[in-house]
């Protein structure tokens, strides 16, 4: 059974770090393309981050380039997003996807339960 | 950045009908859209990828449909577990949710 199992959220401050982290089981975690969605309080899901099976290649949306990189270290199964210089616009519940099928970036089959980010002084 | 819009936002229906809901996208994205449904306090969960497939395990009640700018997905006999938000996805360049669309029983 896949199971994707987020940890590391938390209340953090303003301009501060925080590194989520996703631990992958049920499935051959270093074939899978993976990726990070959010979803601030009563907001829409707004993608993040994604990565490729290898690691080699990372894509970001606009508003966390320069301050969040995705990670992943296949392994141990495990992928990462460091957040630094947090902002209260990235208050959310982060969650980890896996792609429905091998180097597929998109159609994200699997989801984890969501870890909370609450950025705040 | 290709922008979708859903519409309605809102949507109130009664037990049987057959809904649709409604994605545009800003520029032509090649059937690379996915439809998700997500209920209140749960993770998503993927109902229909690249436009018209569907997911394993989702009731065939739900169907997708569209190509170029606009895309449909159709409940064809909503049930009372059908309430719910729904999201469009597109993942042909870039990758950009729509705002959603939620459903309600009326």
């Known amino acids: 059974e896949v199971q994707l199992v987020e940890s590391g959220g938390g209340l953090v401050q303003p301009g501060r770090s925080l590194k989520l982290s996703c631990a992958a089981s049920g499935f051959t975690f270093s074939n899978y393309y993976m990726a990070w969605v959010r979803q601030a309080p009563t907001k829409g899901l707004e993608w993040v981050a994604s990565?490729?099976?290898?690691?080699?290649?990372?894509y970001y949306r606009d508003s966390v380039k320069g301050r969040f990189t995705i990670s992943r270290d296949n392994a141990k199964s495990t992928l990462y997003l460091q957040m630094d210089s947090l902002r209260s616009e990235d208050t959310a519940t982060y969650y980890c996807?896996?792609?429905?099928?091998?180097?597929?970036?998109?159609?994200?089959?699997?989801w984890g339960q969501g870890t909370l980010v609450t950025v705040s002084s | 950045d290709i922008q979708m819009t859903q519409s309605p936002s809102v949507l109130s229906a009664s037990v049987g009908d057959r809904v649709t809901l409604s994605c545009k996208a800003s520029?032509?994205?090649?059937?690379?859209l996915d439809w998700y449904q997500q209920k209140l306090g749960e993770a998503p969960k993927l109902l229909i990828y690249?436009?018209?497939n569907l997911q394993t395990g989702i009731p065939s009640r739900f169907s997708g449909s569209g190509s170029g700018t606009d895309y449909t997905l159709t409940i064809s006999s909503l049930q009372p577990e059908d309430v719910a938000t729904y999201f469009c996805?597109?993942?042909?360049?870039?990758?950009?949710f729509g705002g959603g669309t939620k459903l309600e029983l009326k």
């Open positions: 520029q032509n994205i090649n059937k690379n």
């Open positions: 990565i490729t099976n290898s690691g080699g290649s990372t």
């Open positions: 996807t896996r792609a429905r099928i091998y180097y597929y970036d998109a159609s994200f089959a699997y």
């Open positions: 996805f597109q993942y042909n360049s870039g990758w950009t």
């Open positions: 690249f436009t018209n």
